[in-house]
Each structure stands twice: as C-alpha cells, then as structure tokens.
C-alpha cells in the first residue's frame, strides 16, 4: 500500500490533503503541532479504513526532524504543507520572527526533502513530493517580506531539487493557492476584508481546501507521471496582472 506523509495536517488545506489520501486508500503519517487535533482527525479518517501514524512535534526544532528521520522508515510521497505565517510590515520585523518562519516554511522542507528522498532511491521508489506554495510565492504583497522570501525560496527550492532527483524517478512539485477559506467562520469575522481581496481575484473565488487537496492529490498519478519542477497556481487568476 501506497505510504504518504504530510506535514501540518492537523487543519486547513493538510487536513484536507489527509482526508483526499485516505479515501484514495493510502497509508498516512501526520505531522501534527497539537495532540488534541489526533482524535478530531482519526474520528474523520476512520471510515476509508487505512493505516494512520501521528507524529507529534514542532519543525523548528532540530530533534524533532531528526526523530522523523530515525523512526520513518520509507514513504511514496512527501507533501510540506506546515507553514507559519507573517504580517508584519518589513521595518517591524524581527530577526527572530524571521527565522522562526523561515526554519518552517523552507528549511523543514529542505530537510525533509532531502531525507525523504534518500530513503526513496534506497528503496527504489519513484516517489513525489509536493511542496504548497502560495500564490505569494510568485508576486510579491504589502506586509509579507517572510512570507514572500520563504515562499519565492519554495518554488526556487523546488525546481532545483527536481533537477538533481529526476534522474532517480523523483518528481518535485509546487502547488500555489491564492486566499483559502480554512475557518468558515472567517468569512463572517472578516468580511470586510475578504470582499477587497475577492474583488482582485479576476474569479471573484477562493481556493478550497477540497480543490488543493485534488490537485496535490493529482500530481501523485500516472497522469502526472511528467510533471516535474513546476508550479500548479491555483489562484483564480490574481498572479495574471492588474
């Protein structure tokens, strides 16, 4: 059976990546920040029957990863979807605050990456790995100076890891949402300025966590099987122009 592992599945779109897997009968490893998002995710996962490890833990910390890299043995697909994020205008903006997101949004995923994908040529499996982006991360936006540096990293990162691992059978891939709806109850807290963002949307839509999820979901296929060192933006068209 098919073993998947995906960061930040606790919520949002990497709940949402996990509950796609899972009915597309996949054993899964989570990777979860608080242990009380475990019983919300097996009640949800419960009914397509598959294996489901959870891995508990903060990839800023370094023992942590190296936990993962001990403990895990091999994986078919890798997707880094835990990111942290920051709104804060550039001149406010501490180093700490910039390493802190930047040892999350890029680093775990370089060393992940790089661990996962040894373990795959070890094993001689043609795996995938799924990087989630950000339309962020192909223009840039007011008060995201880490957010747009992790993100343009991501996709950099991206393309040059499917250039060494190519030869390998290994396909790295980004995919970019634009604003997505993770609490419903946003769309009531902050309507405001969620209608100023839809209106720079030329689809005057939000991503879906249900859409992200099918498209990371697809680039694990055979009908991905040439699909490699790029981005797919799913972005309602914002990253067009003005």
């Not at 800023?60 to 091999?74: E, G, T, V």
């Not at 880490?146 to 890891?161: P, V």
Request: glycine content about 6%.
């Amino acid at each position: 059976m098919t073993t998947t592992l995906i960061t930040g599945a606790g919520r949002g779109i990497g709940e949402q990546i996990a509950i796609k897997f899972a009915s597309e009968k996949h054993n899964l490893i989570l990777l979860i920040q608080k242990k009380n998002r475990k019983i919300s995710l097996l009640k949800k996962l419960k009914k397509y029957n598959v294996k489901v490890d959870f891995f508990n833990g903060d990839l800023k910390n370094q023992k942590f990863i190296d936990i993962l890299r001990k403990k895990i043995k091999k994986v078919d697909n890798l997707v880094n979807n835990a990111a942290l994020a920051n709104t804060k205008f550039f001149l406010n903006l501490s180093v700490k605050e910039f390493d802190d997101l930047l040892n999350v949004n890029l680093k775990s995923v370089f060393q992940l990456s790089q661990i996962f994908s040894k373990k795959m040529i070890k094993n001689k499996i043609k795996g995938n790995i799924i990087n989630i982006s950000s339309q962020l991360g192909h223009v840039a936006a007011y008060n995201r100076t880490a957010y747009c540096t992790s993100k343009f990293g991501l996709e950099g990162l991206t393309k040059s890891m499917a250039m060494d691992l190519g030869k390998h059978g290994i396909r790295i891939n980004t995919v970019a949402p634009t604003k997505t709806i993770v609490n419903q109850d946003e769309r009531k807290k902050t309507k405001k300025r969620l209608n100023l963002i839809k209106k720079k949307i030329p689809l005057r839509k939000f991503s879906t966590t249900k859409e992200i999820a099918s498209i990371v979901f697809f680039l694990t296929t055979d009908s991905a099987n040439s699909i490699t060192g790029t981005s797919i933006i799913s972005d309602g068209g914002w990253t067009l122009g003005k």
